[in-house]
């Protein structure tokens, strides 16, 4: 059932220190990896939003025991004791990714490999984003895998079995598809290499090598040795989400008085593309206390209303930003002069067709918003203001919308406001906060 619109209207200021949630990436593959491992681990400061729930749903499914002990909306404690990788057992159900293409795509490759029956479902979004990029490989490993719509979409079904390495090129830099095809060639015969366009985020690698598994850099392509023995159990602190301090990177800076503090958030260089082009727009964003934490760098962050002015982006480096563009776009609505971002196609795909969403929602604020095919022209206006406006269930969309309202005049009317559940749950109480500092 959906709820009434949210009613945003803008703060007066939006001061104070914000604990952003877990990082929802590295969250999923630390429960994946140590579902496979062979013990106990704790993951500490694990996301206990939507997309990583599917994620616990399907290990537990799979035969996993795991416990959650929920220290507030955005936090939480794991615990899960893997059986080894053998230790997975056929689901007695269909598996519901619901809305998390990081969970259908990374059990896709775990499971192509496992000597049972899979099939994975997902909500009406996720039924209709691609599959064939991780079918295609998959088959070439050896898996029996097929998809709807021939074989382009989920539900998946997998009958796993013996897999063998292969050289894969993969056409789009994309983290869930390197990542299926890693969990794959764990498990295969022969060494696996995979090179991609540009460096996704490279989460996986890191935890798989701490967890010891053997796995290289050699020039751009990364190469894997099948496991020998099982993973190493990893029990660690999941850093702070950067594409959800993403929102307040934007709100601080936008608003004209502002100022926000956000304490242990992750500035893995593959995820803080959005930083680099906020300041190149002028942004006053401070990073300091750089430190390494769970593998991953971490480090806070801080902002000050700005004058913000467009930029062009644009090539490869875009994947180091490629959630974060409604966000960049809500900054270049308000920047002096035009915005141009280009080659970030890849947004069609995700929850939502983020190009079109983006543009068409943010026009209902007034702000002049050209769609490409592959990209946005934004030429930035004086005032934003309040309207009715739509995240059509995509949880970025809907956080994007609510700091472009935070900076309107006049009051904006959010539907679909609880889309924000499915990566950032207190993100309403942590603007309410914000506001009142
Ligand atoms: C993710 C990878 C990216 C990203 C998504 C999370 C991940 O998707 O957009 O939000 O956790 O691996 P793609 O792999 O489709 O680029």
Same mark, same amino acid.
């Given at each position: 059932m959906s709820q009434p619109p949210r009613r945003i209207n803008p703060p007066r200021r939006l001061r104070g220190a914000v604990i952003v949630p877990g990082d929802k990436s590295i969250s999923h593959r630390a429960a994946i990896l140590n579902a496979v491992a062979a013990g106990p681990a704790t993951v500490e400061n694990f996301l206990p939003a939507d997309d990583c729930l599917a994620t616990l749903d399907c290990l537990r499914a799979l035969g996993v025991s795991w416990s959650l002990e929920r220290s507030s909306d955005e936090s939480a404690r794991l615990s899960l004791t893997g059986q080894g990788i053998g230790g997975l057992r056929e689901s007695a159900d269909t598996l519901d990714a619901r809305n998390s293409g990081t969970t259908m795509r990374l059990l896709a490759g775990l499971l192509a490999g496992r000597p049972f029956l899979s099939i994975i479902t997902g909500d009406e979004s996720l039924r209709s984003r691609p599959m064939g990029r991780v079918i295609l490989p998959l088959r070439e490993m050896g898996a029996q895998i097929s998809g709807r719509d021939g074989d382009s979409l989920a539900p998946l079904t997998i009958r796993g079995g013996p897999l063998r390495g292969i050289h894969h090129r993969s056409p789009v830099a994309s983290a869930q598809v390197k990542s299926a095809l890693l969990l794959a060639g764990l498990q295969a015969e022969g060494e696996t290499t995979l090179e991609e366009p540009a460096r996704s985020r490279d989460h996986t690698e890191r935890m798989l090598r701490a967890m010891g598994a053997d796995l290289r850099e050699e020039g751009n392509a990364l190469r894997l040795s099948p496991l020998r023995q099982d993973l190493t159990p990893l029990s660690l602190r999941v850093p702070g989400d950067f594409s959800a301090a993403a929102f307040w990177l934007v709100a601080g800076a936008l608003h004209p008085d502002a100022e926000i503090s956000l304490s242990d958030?992750? @500035?893995n260089p593959t995820r803080t593309g959005l930083l680099d082009a906020l300041r190149k727009m002028g942004a006053d964003i401070t990073v300091s206390g750089e430190r390494q934490q769970g593998g991953e760098p971490v480090a806070d962050l801080r902002v000050r209303s700005s004058k913000l002015k467009g930029i062009v982006v644009e090539g490869p480096a875009v994947v180091r930003l490629i959630d974060e563009v409604p966000a960049l776009a809500v900054a270049a609505a308000l920047a002096r002069g035009r915005t141009v971002i280009s080659d970030v196609g890849e947004l069609r795909a995700k929850e939502s067709d983020r190009i079109l969403a983006t543009a068409q929602e943010l026009r209902k604020l007034g702000a002049r918003v050209e769609e490409r095919p592959d990209g946005l022209i934004i030429e930035g206006v004086e005032t934003l203001q309040g309207a009715p406006c739509d995240s059509r269930g995509d949880h970025r969309l809907a956080m994007a919308l609510a700091v472009a309202g935070t900076v309107a005049r006049g009051e904006t009317a959010l539907s679909?406001?609880?889309? @924000?559940?499915?990566?950032?749950?207190g993100f309403w109480k942590h603007l309410a906060e914000l506001e009142s500092g």
């Open positions: 958030v992750g @500035v679909g406001a609880e889309a @924000v559940g499915i990566s950032y749950p």
